[in-house]
Each structure stands twice: as structure tokens, then as C-alpha cells.
């Protein structure tokens, strides 16, 4: 498991998919982001296939 904030080199510059694999021996990565509220929280992730970069799974968890 790798933490959130050591993807990324720079704050404002996302780390390449492709290279990030290349460092963990990685086909997939899973990426995804929490937004909380008040009354409920949503929850997104997206599986991205290292090898082409696209996303082969993505879902939305939402709870009231």
C-alpha cells in the first residue's frame, strides 16, 4: 500500500500512471477521493490499468 501523498512529487503535479506502476511493479492503480459533508459523505474510486493509462472500473459510494 503506498500513501496518498507519495504519489505525487510536486503538490500541483500529478504523478504519470504509467511510472507510478513502473516504481511499485503495479498493473493497476486505484485512485479515488473522499468528500465528507454534513449529512452524508461520497466516496469516488477509479481502478486505471497501468499498462494504457485508462479506467477500467469506477464507482461512486454515497451514505445518507
Known sequence: MVAHN?????????TKVQQ???ELG???VV?????PA???????????????G???WSEVYEQV
Do not use: C, W
Open 31 to 35: 485512485e479515488g477521493h473522499v468528500q
Open 38 to 52: 454534513p449529512s452524508r459523505m461520497r466516496v469516488n474510486v477509479q481502478l486505471v490499468s497501468t499498462v494504457t
Open 6 to 14: 507519495s504519489t505525487f512529487i510536486d503538490k500541483g503535479t500529478p
Open 20 to 22: 507510478l506502476a513502473q
Open 26 to 28: 503495479a498493473e493497476y
Open 54 to 56: 485508462h479506467h477500467v
